[in-house]
């Protein structure tokens, strides 16, 4: 069992920061590869990063490449999203989720056992 609590999200401005994290608890946090996800309302939940135990390999969609950053620190059972130059249409709940399967395929929603209660990133215009 692996329980995730996320922290960071709030209101900002088109084309400002926020860091999100995900603090993990249960069991060995580094075995684990880490996503975040979000989910606007009406639509589909996606992912926008995903980082494996080593952070060896990192997944970020498209629509985030080059604004978002992904990180963890085994250490402190935590894990990151750094986001900058955010668009209103980032605007949504972001959820971080935790698998131990091994896939080349991290960003499937389905791949993910474990998910946070979510923080509301608002991003106006």
């Known amino acids: 069992q692996v329980q995730l609590v996320e922290s960071g999200g709030g209101l900002v401005q088109a084309g400002g920061s926020l860091r999100l994290s995900c603090a993990a608890s249960g069991q060995t946090f580094s075995s684990y590869t880490m996503g975040w996800f979000r989910q606007a309302p009406g639509k589909e939940r996606e992912c926008v990063a995903a980082i494996t135990w080593s952070g060896g390999n990192i997944y970020y969609a498209s629509s985030v490449t080059g604004r978002f950053t992904i990180s963890r620190d085994n250490a402190k059972n935590t894990v990151y999203l750094q986001m900058i130059s955010l668009k209103p249409e980032d605007t949504a709940i972001y959820y971080c989720?935790?698998?131990?399967?091994?896939?080349?395929?991290?960003?499937?929603?389905?791949?993910?056992?474990?998910w946070g209660q979510g923080t509301q990133v608002t991003v106006s215009s």
């Open positions: 989720a935790a698998t131990r399967a091994y896939s080349s395929r991290y960003y499937l929603t389905a791949l993910y056992d474990y």
